[in-house]
């Protein structure tokens, strides 16, 4: 059992419409990742996080350390944040544990 | 200021072959760690290292190796490639030590063993 569950797996939207990732994980944390992974390849780490919540633009990321989940919101989806959404966990300086991915599609 | 950049980013070998991919990390970061992604396991953890010492190990064969220079470039090396290798791998820097750090990642290297 991975120990990182993102749902959904898949998710297709409207251009405009409110996203929505989940992120659980079973173990204590030092901190989670989001990460965004375009066709191609290459991974760009969206925020780092062990509390509370960031904003970056459209962009925001809530943890709630206590019941060990994370959201990553898009408002105002656009096709180009069609990709892959990826959480990840570390503990201390121990090895990045990460989710299988969220795939998002979003439709003009 | 430049990103991280690796090297080559697309390869192709052959089963049995060894093969040495390249990282070089943003300027003033001393820490990178190296991950493999495959289809079937998603991404893992490979190695990290911080000032030329390797600090953190993931979970591969001993096939897998790397090292990091004293201008905080990274290699990774494969020996006696298997089909099983094929993936794209991922290196990552960041400033400090450790992996609570922000991670910049690269575009990937995109190896195919055949």
């Known amino acids: 059992k991975n120990e990182v569950e993102q749902s959904p797996q898949n998710l297709t939207a409207q251009e405009g419409e409110f996203i929505t990732i989940n992120c659980s994980y079973s173990v204590g944390i030092s901190a989670l990742h989001w990460l965004q992974q375009h066709p191609g390849g290459g991974i760009v780490s969206l925020f780092m996080l062990s509390s509370g919540k960031k904003k970056h633009g459209r962009l925001i990321a809530t943890i709630n350390i206590q019941e060990k989940h994370s959201s990553l919101h898009i408002t105002a989806s656009h096709p180009r944040d069609s990709a892959v959404y990826i959480c990840?966990?570390?503990?201390?300086?121990?090895?990045?544990?990460f989710g299988t991915g969220t795939r998002l599609t979003i439709i003009p | 200021k430049a990103g991280v950049t690796q090297t080559p980013r697309y390869l192709i070998k052959t089963r049995g072959q060894q093969v040495t991919l390249s990282c070089s990390p943003i300027s003033g970061h001393r820490s990178v760690s190296w991950y493999q992604q495959t289809p079937g396991q998603g991404l893992q953890f490979l190695f990290e290292y911080f000032s030329e010492t390797q600090r953190n190990k993931g979970n591969f064969p001993g096939r897998f190796s790397g090292r990091q220079f004293s201008n905080s470039r990274s290699e990774m090396n494969v020996s006696t490639l298997e089909l099983g290798d094929s993936a794209l791998y991922l290196c990552?820097?960041?400033?400090?030590?450790?992996?609570?750090?922000?991670?910049?990642f690269g575009q990937g290297t995109r190896l195919t063993v055949v």
């Open positions: 990552a820097s960041s400033y400090g030590a450790g992996l609570n750090t922000e991670a910049f």
């Open positions: 990840a966990y570390n503990f201390g300086n121990e090895k990045l544990t």
